[in-house]
């Protein structure tokens, strides 16, 4: 996503708005929108819409306009939303989970995003779970994550048919602060590229944080 890295406001809209209209072309440029259901795990409801899970919540994708809604919802879908959901459905590949957890830095080009990666995930996760690790796992259910059997506390959340976020906390102590990570599993790749992958993460962290803080 283009606008990750944009420095104002103003310019990082531009961004959105422009990787929007990118992901609108890819999108029209599939020749076979049966077949890229199938390898995004999408449902091709008919000619004229497609169902795709994003974040435990059915996104229609309708046809030939290429509008995205939320099933039961007037709210509109925000932009970066709707660029990620059109990134997912365009790259997948339908390659099958490979059982293997990599980090955000052995993702391709991992290494060059990760610090913006960390502050921008890693560290609000750490800041608002790490001292109750616990509270992570009855947050995160209502994005339909489960517990994991990482760190001291872990919970992996589907943002896509195929692709998962692993939230990985340890407890801190008197002498060692609290810590965490993200794990994905390594077929994430052929399904969203990696700066797509820390905006996903960044969107599930923000929305675990805002849910904690209005309660």
């Not at 008919?46 to 709210?75: F, K, M, V």
């Not at 913006?116 to 947050?139: M, N």
């Amino acid at each position: 996503m283009s606008a990750c890295g944009s420095s104002s406001p103003g310019s990082r809209q531009q961004g959105y708005e422009l990787s929007y209209r990118l992901a609108r072309e890819q999108f029209e440029g599939i020749g076979d929108l049966q077949e890229q259901c199938r390898r995004s795990g999408a449902q091709y409801a008919s000619a004229n819409r497609i169902i795709l899970d994003y974040l435990n919540q059915p996104y229609h994708i309708s046809l030939p306009e290429i509008e995205i809604t939320l099933e039961g919802s007037q709210a509109e879908v925000s932009l970066k939303d709707r660029i990620l959901i059109l990134h997912y459905f365009t790259l997948a590949k339908g390659t099958p989970p490979s059982g293997k957890l990599v980090t955000y830095r052995q993702l391709p080009g991992g290494t060059s995003y990760f610090a913006a990666f960390s502050q921008r995930a890693i560290r609000p996760l750490v800041r608002r779970f790490g001292s109750d690790p616990e509270s992570l796992i009855s947050t995160a259910a209502k994005l339909g994550g489960l517990r994991a059997d990482h760190g001291d506390v872990s919970v992996t959340i589907n943002v896509f048919p195929h692709v998962s976020v692993t939230l990985v906390l340890w407890r801190g102590d008197d002498e060692v602060e609290a810590n965490g990570n993200v794990l994905f599993d390594a077929s994430a790749s052929d399904y969203l590229c990696t700066e797509d992958l820390a905006v996903v993460t960044e969107t599930i962290v923000w929305k675990l944080v805002k849910d904690t803080s209005s309660r």
